[in-house]
């Protein structure tokens, strides 16, 4: 038995991991606590034990770091960065590499709660494979001191603050991402994030966009530690310079630029194809479809509620379908009173709102009462300061009832 050991060649912490079903990037490096306040913990990936974290312990790749209702940390990260762990902060370390290669970077996962972040040389060495993820968002930086904030479902309704990414700079720049378009977040500013999958809202797709908040939330507090953390990110930069361990990169060359506002679309863009509209029935079902979507359209811009609600069945099936950062489709699904509030919010924070609709298409489904109308609608304007133009795919069903048309069923599909 012995000589059968001794042929063993796994290494100790290898073989270790493989007893506690973990992947080998768990023993991997990321940070060293420096201070510690309270209870904070982390669980390796694929292990039920937890540890108590105490100062000058490591951290390591793949771990799950969580601090209790009073617990505080800050972490000193390998690439010279910080890291302070706010109250009731939950995070994963998913990725992190700092040898000064092509497969240098860094992935974190915040679940939930806050931390603020000093970022180290890997944010710009390299650059692109430096995330930060959320549920709703991703954040990306340019050379950042920055406090991503994550509000899940039961900490909104203990808040009562709406779910989603919070991010507020403190100097240099944010920006926050999600499936349904960006925004920029310089210094002093606070960017929010809604959760999309949660959202029972449609009409207008820039309701689901991230937006700049007109103040900062009252929940960013500062942590036990913030007045250490910019001269402790100083000292480490520096020191890690000293000892020769930043990559050879050039540190003062600009910041990556902010989203370039996109203009809307030139009246002359071709518009897009649809399935061309079928009036063999004699039932004229594109000038009815004309009529009704500009009748709709009017409401909106003249922001008139009820002209807008009456234009859908009481009990209208109204569905949107927008896209997830993972690449999927989240399906929402509301009422026409909820359809009509989530339009008429989103428009209170638009500037110059314009909507189009450069290509129709409509068919008779039967007996010229029943309608089918396809529209693909681009919707343009300026939230918080920042252009934006979105298209989407709107499908509707039309009755008539009473001598009047009505959307009994809704679809809109983002493109």
């Known amino acids: 038995m012995r000589h059968h050991l001794r042929k063993i060649s796994i290494p100790l912490w290898a073989l270790i991991c493989l007893l506690l079903n973990l992947p080998a990037h768990a023993q991997e490096h990321f940070a060293t606590v420096f201070q510690v306040r309270g209870v904070v913990t982390a669980r390796s990936l694929g292990s039920a034990t937890t540890h108590e974290l105490k100062m000058g312990d490591a951290v390591y790749v793949g771990e799950r770091v969580q601090a209790s209702s009073t617990g505080e940390a800050v972490l000193k990260t390998d690439d010279a960065g910080v890291i302070a762990i706010r109250p009731n902060a939950i995070f994963v370390v998913e990725k992190f590499a700092a040898k000064g290669s092509a497969t240098d970077g860094q992935t974190i996962h915040i679940l939930r709660g806050a931390l603020r972040m000093i970022s180290g040389w890997l944010s710009f060495s390299s650059k692109e494979n430096y995330k930060l993820t959320t549920p709703s968002a991703t954040v990306g930086i340019r050379g950042t001191d920055h406090e991503p904030f994550v509000i899940s479902t039961e900490m909104s309704v203990d808040m009562d603050q709406p779910e989603g990414t919070y991010d507020k700079v403190v100097s240099g720049g944010t920006v926050l991402q999600s499936p349904v378009g960006e925004v920029a977040v310089d210094p002093g500013k606070v960017g929010f994030a809604p959760v999309v999958e949660k959202l029972r809202e449609r009409a207008l797709l820039t309701v689901l966009m991230p937006k ?194 009505i959307a009994v069923k809704a679809v809109t599909e983002q493109r």
Request: net charge neutral; charged share 25%.
């Open 212 to 405: 700049i908040l007109d103040r900062v939330p009252a929940f960013y507090v500062p942590g036990a530690f913030d007045d250490q953390l910019e001269a402790l990110a100083r000292q480490s930069m520096d020191e890690a310079v000293k000892s020769g361990r930043v990559p050879k990169v050039n540190k003062t060359a600009a910041p990556a630029p902010s989203p370039k506002p996109v203009a809307p679309a030139p009246a002359n863009t071709p518009a897009p194809t649809l399935a061309p509209s079928t009036d063999s029935s004699g039932c004229h079902a594109r000038q009815i479809a004309d009529q009704w979507l500009a009748e709709l359209d009017g409401a909106i811009l003249v922001r008139n509620a009820n002209d807008f609600v009456q234009k859908f069945a009481q009990d209208a099936a109204i569905t949107a379908r927008v896209r997830r950062s993972d690449g999927g489709v989240a399906e929402l699904g509301f009422n026409r009173s909820e359809l009509a509030e989530s339009t008429f919010k989103a428009l209170a924070d638009l500037e110059q709102f314009s909507s189009r609709r450069p290509a129709v298409s409509a068919r008779d489904m039967g007996g010229c009462n029943k309608l089918h109308i396809e529209a693909v609608t681009i919707e343009s304007g300026v939230r918080s300061g920042q252009s934006y133009r979105l298209e989407s795919l709107e499908k509707y069903d039309l009755e008539l009832k009473g001598g009047k048309w």
